[in-house]
């Protein structure tokens, strides 16, 4: 049985301590005060690059955000008080509703008055994009924009329909002020069968 070359005694294995082949083993050179100094210029560069594209990126994440607070503040800044108009809206056409002819015939510049403000008040809610929400009766009732005040059944009309409204809703912009208050068919009503004589 032959024996293993590495535990035989007269194996030409090369030893580290054997000053002969000492030189033939490369040995990396210590690097020099330069090298160190350019190592480390080198990692604080990448490390202040890294913190200055994190800035940058902040300073941009900030800017985006105070445009759009400033966009938001300008268009829902007034909806406390455009909430508060709403009833002056409600109001105005709730006087002008109650005017039957006698009275426009008798008091015409007042009427007109009140047309002419009511109109007046409309245009600064376009002005300021405020918008009605006026659903018609057989309209579907979107809870999103209309808030239902009562439920019944309702012989021509299918169950979620609009069968009154009682008061317009507003929204401004993409968000909702007012719903409009209406009232909802539960379903049709059943019919009972005629009874024969």
Do not use: W
Not at 26 to 47: C, G, K, M, Q, Y
Not at 54 to 81: F, H, I, M, P, Q
């Amino acid at each position: 049985m032959a024996k293993d070359k590495h535990l035989e005694p007269d194996s030409e294995d090369v030893f580290l301590d054997d000053p002969e082949t000492v030189e033939d083993f490369a040995f990396e050179e210590d690097p020099s005060a330069d090298e160190i100094e350019l190592d480390a210029v080198r990692a604080e560069r990448d490390e202040l690059k890294d913190r200055l594209l994190r800035a940058l990126a902040e300073t941009e994440n900030l800017r985006k955000r105070a445009d759009r607070d400033r966009r938001d503040a300008e268009l829902y800044g007034g909806v406390r008080l455009a909430r508060d108009l709403l009833s002056v809206h409600d109001n105005l056409g709730r006087a002008l509703e109650a005017i039957d002819e006698d009275l426009r015939a008798q008091a015409g510049a007042l009427v007109e008055g009140i047309e002419l403000t009511q109109r007046d008040l409309l245009a600064a809610f376009t002005k300021h994009k405020i918008e009605k929400i006026e659903p018609q009766v057989g309209d579907k009732f979107d809870p999103k924009l209309h808030q239902a005040m009562f439920e019944a059944p309702v012989p021509d009309h299918d169950a979620g329909a609009i069968i009154q409204v009682m008061a317009t809703g507003f929204e401004i912009g993409e968000r909702l002020l007012r719903p409009a208050q209406v009232g909802v068919s539960s379903g049709r009503l059943a019919q009972t069968p005629a009874t024969k004589d």
